[in-house]
């Protein structure tokens, strides 16, 4: 039978695959695909016996290797009893109470309008700070009501498009409407004394201050951020001393560590008790006399000096 020129086929091939040939390729591609997307080890219903064979708890189907279950398991049969289990236990499972989620009811009152205030802009002569000083007026206040204030960031408010150089200052109290200011976005210095409110129960007004810090400021706080470098251990090797002009330096020595030993002016000290200086009033003790050789060596001229040619140099070797 010729398999290559029947219908369906292409020259060069061994004709059209019959349906096993298809179904053992889709097979094999599934198991690939689950072999890289799934982890055999965190299934709850894969199973290795003691023959060392597969198998699955879900199914009670026998495998003789992981890709063989991997099939499995993207197969009609195992899906359904997937399902089929997921509602058992949803039937059987307790019901737990869904967490009350707490529940904070706005506070309801009759708001009689805004507080009259007062901006002041201040500058420091001494530090070049620029500040602000806010007086809200609050006189018919609830009693016992004190005055609260926060910063927020523009991303916060919904009533304009969000600005990154700008952030706003809010005041609220009770009965009035909560007022905000609109304010550059820079850095607050939070010194308590440039950082302040007060409230004055006599004339009910809230006064509240703040300064913007300068780039002076910010630069010394970084500065102060960095770790401080590191003292030098007191075992440490000291850095040998300059060297001496005139003296050589001394041969390294080899088996020891660290730096040489300082090097000493003049010759070294004799070993022995040196002599005791002669007392206060009293001539230096007269020297012995001088040795023979000694004597005739310093009272001999010294040699002429030679009259000799000088030798002729080397012949060149070519």
């Not at 091939?13 to 349906?19: I, K, M």
């Not at 064979?53 to 495998?63: D, Q």
């Not at 910010?218 to 960095?226: D, N, P």
Request: contains cysteine; glycine residues 6%.
């Amino acid at each position: 039978m010729d398999f290559q020129n029947r219908a369906g086929g292409k020259t060069g091939t061994g004709g059209v695959a019959s349906a096993s040939d298809a179904n053992r390729e889709r097979r094999e591609r599934l198991r690939q695909l689950a072999l890289e997307t799934i982890d055999i080890n965190k299934d709850p219903y894969f199973m290795k016996n003691h023959l060392g064979s597969y198998e699955c708890k879900l199914c009670l189907t026998l495998h003789n290797n992981e890709g063989s279950y991997l099939a499995h398991t993207q197969g009609k049969k195992h899906q359904a009893n997937l399902g089929r289990r997921a509602a058992k236990d949803a039937m059987t499972a307790p019901a737990q109470p869904a967490p009350e989620k707490i529940k904070i009811d706005p506070k309801k009152f009759v708001k009689i309008g805004r507080p009259g205030y007062k901006v002041t802009k201040q500058r420091d002569p001494a530090t070049t700070q620029q500040s602000l000083l806010f007086q809200v007026d609050y006189p018919e206040i609830v009693e016992g009501v004190i005055p609260r204030h926060r910063f927020m960031a523009a991303y916060e408010q919904k009533m304009e498009p969000p600005d990154r150089q700008w952030q706003y200052l809010l005041f609220a109290a009770e009965p009035y409407e909560t007022i905000a200011f609109k304010v550059p976005s820079r850095e607050v210095d939070k010194d308590p004394l440039k950082l302040w409110t007060h409230w004055n129960k006599e004339t009910k007004q809230f006064f509240l201050q703040f300064a913007y810090k300068v780039e002076s400021q910010k630069s010394e706080e970084e500065a102060r951020t960095v770790a401080p470098p590191s003292l030098p251990a007191a075992n440490m090797a000291r850095p040998p001393p300059p060297p001496i002009p005139g003296m050589r330096p001394p041969p390294p020595m080899e088996g020891i560590r660290g730096p040489p030993p300082p090097m000493m002016r003049g010759p070294p000290p004799p070993m022995g008790m040196p002599p005791r200086p002669p007392p206060m009033g009293m001539p230096p003790p007269p020297r012995g006399p001088m040795p023979p050789q000694m004597a005739s060596r310093m009272s001999m001229p010294p040699p002429p000096p030679s009259r000799l040619p000088a030798p002729p140099p080397p012949p060149v070797v070519s």
